[in-house]
């Protein structure tokens, strides 16, 4: 479900806490699942999505996301 959301959420500006709104989950626990199913984290199948999965910006993106 997550997926799906974010695909017809693309063209938003989308956070971690608002997939977790739309499926009813917390962040730790959307994020293991994710993991588990993707190998990635949401964060970096966004970007994927987005087609901005370069290292640079994964790194930059982790760093705030950790603030």
């Known amino acids: ?28 626990t959307l994020n293991f699942r994710f993991r588990k199913e993707k190998d990635m984290s949401i964060i970096e199948y966004l970007l994927e999505i987005r087609g901005l999965s370069t290292e640079r910006n994964i790194l930059k993106i982790k760093v705030n996301y950790l603030d």
Do not use: L, T
């Open 1 to 28: 479900r997550a997926v799906e959301w974010m695909n017809a959420h693309i063209s938003e500006k989308i956070y971690v806490e608002d997939v977790c709104r739309a499926v009813c989950s917390n962040p730790s």
